[in-house]
């Protein structure tokens, strides 16, 4: 193995001599190399997509949601215990109110769907108090005529902190009748920055102030549910459902916001399987360079024959030469793909200042830029899967150098 890894390396040297085999090495190799950084820096911003996924949008949404089959909740306290010392894989509850109602400021009206939250309980069970900006969750308070309104409505109504707002809220009435909505003005307390369509129709007040508005006393909606494991929290919340007293209902994130994380896997799935098939296409220019390599050293070989050289040290010299050629271009296009994995956000950055414009639209995307979050287990993935094809690659043009025959050979020249 080791004369023939010598031999090889040998070889590799002396390929100048023919131009055509020094171009099409140096072509298999970078192409290797593009491949392998293309699917490194891809792999790593489906990562980074993940990674905000879940610090994001499943940090501030609940991870499910109880409530009773018809009407609202009344026993919630009791409910909130038997969570708590029934159902160890629930980690927090908190419950809430929810309504739809219109937020109007002067001539401008903007549904909304507003959630009534505890302010001290919702600190315990998300991180949407972080995201309210300039610190004023912390004099979020009952009583107080308060309202925290989502950036992209308090955009679209051009409204800012301070600023008050009226929330029409409707009325339920009678058959072939209509009632005016109920009015309330309230201040805006703060903004609530969240990128995407969550910022865009989302309104918070005080719990006991929802209460209040919808006449409901001490009721609510439903509670709030958080679990150990987010990713199974459909089994974990139905399981604890089942286990109540009484009939809920339930629903969990992945209702609501599942098919980013299954947008994301499938699109993880298809990069796997486009990396088998661009690393393979760049791994195959090798049986190029070796089949035209074997013709420029038919010489060589004879003469390693007729001094001994068995079809086995052969087949090694020329399989070592592809491999040798895949691991340049696979070492390349880690290095390359690492590093520019690295600085993505910040080259996406430079590249929408050339543009003028963001390649990723808040109202649109949870998020506002490019995320990338580089996973070793994906380099080392790719960096095997391409020495495995550059060895695939190298079996055939090794096999045809072993027929070569000395004798035929030695005597044309």
Same mark, same amino acid.
């Given at each position: 193995?080791? /004369?023939?890894? *010598?031999?090889?390396?040998?070889?590799? &040297?002396? &390929?100048?001599?023919?131009?055509?085999?020094?171009?099409? =090495?140096?072509?298999?190799?970078?192409?290797?190399?593009?491949?392998?950084?293309?699917?490194?820096?891809?792999?790593?911003?489906?990562?980074?997509?993940?990674?905000?996924? @879940?610090?994001?949008?499943?940090?501030?949404?609940?991870?499910?949601?109880?409530?009773?089959?018809?009407?609202?909740?009344?026993?919630?306290?009791?409910?909130?215990?038997?969570?708590?010392?029934? =159902?160890?894989?629930?980690?927090?509850?908190?419950?809430?109110?929810?309504?739809?109602?219109?937020?109007? $400021?002067?001539?401008?009206?903007?549904?909304?769907?507003?959630?009534?939250?505890?302010?001290? %309980?919702?600190?315990?069970? =998300?991180?949407?108090?972080?995201?309210?900006?300039?610190?004023?969750?912390?004099?979020?308070?009952?009583?107080?005529?308060?309202?925290?309104?989502?950036?992209?409505?308090?955009?679209?109504?051009? !409204?800012?902190?301070?600023?008050?707002?009226?929330?029409?809220?409707?009325?339920?009435?009678?058959?072939? %009748?209509?009632?005016?909505?109920?009015?309330? &003005?309230?201040?805006?307390?703060?903004?609530?920055?969240?990128?995407?369509?969550?910022?865009? $129709?989302?309104? +918070?007040?005080? /719990? =006991?102030?929802?209460?209040?508005?919808?006449?409901?006393?001490?009721?609510?909606?439903?509670?709030?549910?958080?679990?150990?494991?987010?990713?199974?929290?459909?089994?974990?919340?139905?399981?604890?459902? +089942?286990? /109540?007293?009484? $009939?809920?209902?339930?629903?969990?994130?992945?209702?609501?916001?599942?098919?980013?994380?299954?947008?994301?896997?499938?699109?993880?799935?298809?990069?796997?399987?486009?990396?088998?098939?661009?690393?393979?296409?760049?791994?195959?220019?090798?049986?190029?360079?070796?089949?035209?390599?074997?013709?420029?050293?038919?010489?060589?070989?004879?003469?390693?024959?007729?001094?001994?050289?068995? $079809?086995?040290?052969?087949?090694?010299?020329?399989?070592?030469?592809?491999?040798?050629?895949?691991?340049?271009?696979?070492?390349?296009?880690?290095?390359?793909? !690492? /590093?520019?994995?690295? %600085?993505?956000?910040?080259?996406?950055?430079?590249?929408?200042?050339?543009?003028? @414009?963001?390649?990723?639209?808040?109202?649109?995307? *949870?998020?506002?830029?490019?995320?990338?979050?580089? @996973?070793?287990?994906?380099?080392?993935?790719?960096? !095997?899967?391409?020495?495995?094809?550059?060895?695939?690659?190298?079996?055939?043009?090794?096999?045809?150098?072993?027929?070569?025959?000395?004798?035929?050979?030695?005597?044309? *020249?």
């Amino acid at each position: 193995m080791i /004369l023939s890894l *010598f031999t090889a390396i040998r070889f590799r &040297r002396g &390929r100048r001599k023919s131009g055509m085999v020094s171009l099409i =090495s140096i072509v298999s190799t970078f192409s290797i190399a593009i491949g392998i950084a293309a699917l490194i820096i891809g792999l790593s911003a489906m990562n980074g997509f993940e990674r905000e996924l @879940h610090n994001r949008v499943l940090s501030v949404v609940p991870h499910g949601q109880l409530y009773p089959e018809i009407g609202n909740l009344d026993n919630w306290r009791d409910i909130q215990q038997e969570l708590k010392d029934n =159902s160890p894989n629930i980690v927090s509850s908190a419950p809430f109110v929810s309504f739809t109602g219109l937020v109007e $400021n002067g001539s401008k009206l903007g549904a909304v769907e507003v959630q009534g939250v505890d302010p001290v %309980q919702e600190q315990q069970i =998300s991180a949407l108090p972080n995201y309210v900006l300039n610190d004023k969750w912390s004099s979020f308070k009952a009583d107080q005529q308060q309202i925290i309104l989502g950036s992209g409505l308090a955009k679209s109504l051009a !409204v800012s902190e301070g600023d008050w707002v009226s929330l029409l809220i409707p009325v339920s009435s009678e058959p072939n %009748q209509l009632k005016s909505p109920r009015r309330v &003005r309230l201040q805006v307390q703060g903004i609530l920055e969240l990128s995407g369509s969550l910022s865009n $129709n989302i309104a +918070l007040v005080p /719990l =006991s102030d929802a209460q209040n508005l919808l006449d409901m006393g001490d009721s609510v909606t439903g509670l709030m549910i958080n679990v150990n494991n987010l990713y199974q929290a459909n089994q974990i919340i139905g399981l604890a459902a +089942l286990n /109540l007293n009484e $009939n809920m209902t339930f629903n969990s994130w992945e209702n609501s916001f599942g098919f980013m994380y299954r947008d994301i896997q499938m699109i993880r799935q298809i990069m796997y399987l486009a990396m088998i098939v661009v690393i393979g296409v760049a791994c195959f220019n090798i049986v190029s360079t070796l089949v035209i390599a074997v013709k420029d050293k038919q010489r060589d070989i004879a003469i390693l024959k007729t001094l001994g050289a068995t $079809n086995r040290l052969i087949r090694h010299i020329f399989i070592w030469y592809g491999v040798i050629s895949g691991l340049i271009g696979s070492i390349i296009g880690v290095i390359l793909g !690492v /590093l520019m994995s690295w %600085q993505l956000s910040n080259i996406m950055k430079g590249v929408e200042s050339l543009m003028g @414009h963001k390649i990723l639209n808040s109202n649109i995307y *949870f998020i506002d830029f490019l995320p990338s979050e580089i @996973h070793f287990l994906d380099v080392l993935i790719v960096f !095997v899967t391409a020495m495995l094809l550059s060895l695939i690659a190298s079996y055939y043009p090794a096999r045809r150098a072993c027929k070569i025959d000395p004798a035929r050979i030695l005597n044309s *020249f």
